[in-house]
Nanobody, 122 residues
Framework: VQLQASGGGLVQAGGSLRLSCAAS????????IGWFRQAPGKEREGVSC????????LYSDSVQGRFTISRDNAKNTVYLQMKSLKPEDTAVYYC????????????????WGQGTQVTVSS
């Protein structure tokens, strides 16, 4: 089982990035996928999740209206489009997979990727 997060980088406030989460080693379209982030000295935070079919999405209040999650089951990949980025979005972003419905609780998730760094400068 592997989840490979990519697409992070350094961006100015107000800019955009698109993160990708490429999955392998399991039946991808059976799993909901979530994005989480952790900033230095802070607890891990659920950012967004998408159901196995892609029909249901969920966002934290802090990113609602700025981030969009989507998935391409043919490519075993989930995307997180991030717009209007703020310095407080700076964190390591992780993707994770769960056979459950999927929400923003990290405890629900079975498999985790290695993370990609997002840094937003002011």
């Amino acid at each position: 089982v592997q989840l490979q997060a990519s697409g992070g980088g350094l961006v100015q406030a107000g800019g955009s990035l698109r993160l990708s989460c490429a999955a392998s080693g399991f039946t991808f379209d059976y799993y909901a996928i979530g994005w989480f982030r952790q900033a230095p000295g802070k607890e891990r935070e659920g950012v967004s999740c998408i159901s196995s079919s892609g029909g249901t999405t969920l966002y934290s209040d802090s990113v609602q209206g700025r981030f969009t999650i989507s998935r391409d089951n043919a490519k075993n990949t989930v995307y997180l489009q991030m717009k209007s980025l703020k310095p407080e979005d700076t964190a390591v972003y992780y993707c994770a997979a769960t056979v459950l419905v999927g929400d923003l609780s990290a405890e629900e998730y079975d498999y985790w990727g290695q993370g990609t760094q997002v840094t937003v400068s002011s």
